[in-house]
């Protein structure tokens, strides 16, 4: 089995869906709406279905970054040292060094650790690179 494996697929392409329905119980975080229209986003915790706010829409429609939340999750993930950690929604704050990257760089230098990431398809490519093609399998949805 390759260290890192990529779920993906197109922007609402079902890989929230399919990382809770196959990882309910692993390590790692996941990211939930309550309403279609993704006023508010919810970090859940896979293990324990505790939630906390990681990001919602202000009067403009522009997200505003819950960065308690991103460090909470941080923390979690860089204190794992060997095993699966799961983490969904791996996207463009990772590629510009923000949100759950300290958490990828953890992954990527910890040889024991393996990860599932779900990453939208257009970022597909910035993830194979960071992680090593090689160590990487991509599941396409």
């Known amino acids: 089995m390759r260290r890192f494996r990529f779920i993906t697929a ?6 929230t869906r399919w990382v809770i329905e196959h990882c309910r119980g692993c390590r790692g ?10 006023k508010e986003i919810f970090l859940m915790d896979l293990e324990s279905g505790e939630k906390r706010l990681l990001m919602r829409r202000n009067a403009e429609n522009v997200f505003i ?3 308690e939340t991103f460090s909470y999750a941080n923390t979690c993930i860089m204190s794992e040292t060997s095993g699966l950690v799961v983490l969904d929604e791996c996207g463009w704050m990772e590629c510009e060094k923000m949100g759950f990257y300290p958490s990828l760089v953890h992954l990527r230098n910890t040889p024991s ?5 779900s990453v939208r398809l257009d970022r597909l490519e910035w993830y194979l690179d960071f992680f090593g093609r090689d160590s990487a399998e991509v599941i396409r949805l």
């Open 10 to 15: 197109p922007h609402d392409g079902g890989k």
């Open 29 to 38: 975080f996941v990211s939930v709406s309550p309403d279609e229209e993704k």
């Open 65 to 67: 970054v819950n960065e």
């Open 113 to 117: 650790l393996s990860a599932l990431l």
